[in-house]
């Protein structure tokens, strides 16, 4: 149940590196079609991404929701690292064997996803962090100015 997290994203043109039969850079230096064009809710000020504090948040939630999944399929891996075979002969102990080293790198794997998108949650709230000081002290520079820009 995947939910909109509204925002204006603009990837920067440097990033992409035009072939010799590639069409002639437009006025942003890139390539695509989409990037001189107007859109979004605001004049975008260069390369990046454009959210508020809220949508920071929200994003910052959503890939923490993705950790605690992950971490909750971490958990349930563990039975797979415990299996046993159905019977004592050579060919059940063998794909004990097998299913349990699955299981290992099923975990390690999972661990690193989630470690992954617990990272991505914090950097999503620093960014919030900051922009909200941004606009706290722009607020206060603003007022300190009698409020003329």
Not at 51 to 58: I, K, N, V, Y
Request: aromatic content about 8%; hydrophobic content about 30%.
């Amino acid at each position: 149940m995947a939910r909109e997290i509204r925002g204006h994203a603009m990837p920067d043109p440097k990033v992409y590196v035009p072939t010799p039969q590639d069409p002639e850079p437009n006025q942003s230096g890139g390539t695509v079609p989409w990037a001189s064009q107007g859109g979004g809710s605001g004049p975008n000020q260069g390369p990046g991404f454009a959210f508020d504090a809220e949508q920071l948040g929200r994003i910052a939630e959503t890939w923490q929701g993705l950790a605690e999944r992950f971490t909750d399929a971490e958990r349930n891996a563990s039975f797979l690292i415990e299996a046993d075979g159905p019977g004592l002969e050579y060919a059940s102990q063998g794909n004990a064997e097998k299913v349990r080293s699955s299981g290992v790198a099923l975990r390690e794997t999972l661990s690193q996803r989630a470690q992954y998108c617990r990272t991505m949650a914090e950097r999503f709230r620093e960014a919030s962090g900051a922009y909200l000081n941004q606009e706290d002290e722009a607020s206060t520079e603003i007022r300190s100015d009698g409020g003329k820009f």
